[in-house]
């Protein structure tokens, strides 16, 4: 087993802890007073975690040299999509138990649903096309369309925001991370021109 393979696997398994935790606690009956809040909360902030950290994998193979990190990015990004998934569910089973009028309204009615069902919409295509085979067959469109997760990123960021409305020491941070990996992105893709032109 390579060095690589104990990374990726480690971080398979760290990827796991906090869907093991929300397991735990609801046995443990320890969701606090108000558990739907909290299992949303949790499951949401962890997408978000999930999500910047795919966004970091680019910059840091081209920082480090260490091709192989890349191999991370399909992970995480799932993981990403795996927790939105719960976190989306938790608002369509527990909030609503599946009143499709109601969250129809929610949706259009309070802008952070708007924008965090906006995130969801945007993570779907993106989980839908990351296969190999997918990867493949759509050849150049395929990176045309993952930088959806740039806008992706910025909607999940601006959904914490709004949701925590006063306390917003914690969007914060993950609003500068946003803006630092778009920033390198950014210049990453400017950098040849701006050679170029001296």
């Given at each position: ?57 680019t910059p840091l ?57 906006t995130t969801f ?40 925001w709004w949701v ?35």
């Amino acid at each position: 087993m390579t060095r690589f393979t104990v990374i990726r696997w480690t971080i398979f398994a760290a990827a796991l802890v906090p869907a093991a935790a929300l397991v735990y606690w609801l046995f443990t009956g320890n969701l606090t007073a108000n558990p739907i809040d909290f299992i949303t909360d949790w499951t949401g902030t962890t997408a978000l975690v999930f999500l910047v950290l795919s966004l970091t994998v680019t910059p840091l193979r081209r920082l480090t040299g260490w091709n192989e990190v890349i191999k991370l990015r399909r992970m995480l990004g799932l993981f990403a999509f795996f927790y939105a998934c719960l976190h989306v569910s938790t608002w369509m089973v527990l909030d609503w138990f599946f009143d499709i009028a109601s969250m129809a309204s929610d949706v259009v009615k309070r802008p952070f649903i708007t924008l965090g069902m906006t995130t969801f919409l945007l993570l779907v295509p993106l989980a839908l096309t990351s296969t190999a085979g997918m990867i493949r067959r759509l050849g150049r469109r395929w990176t045309q369309l993952h930088r959806l997760v740039y806008l992706a990123a910025i909607t999940a960021t601006i959904h914490f925001w709004w949701v925590v409305k006063a306390d917003v020491r914690e969007p914060r941070w993950y609003a500068l991370a946003v803006v630092i990996l778009l920033t390198f992105r950014v210049w990453w893709v400017w950098k040849p021109r701006l050679h170029s032109v001296h």
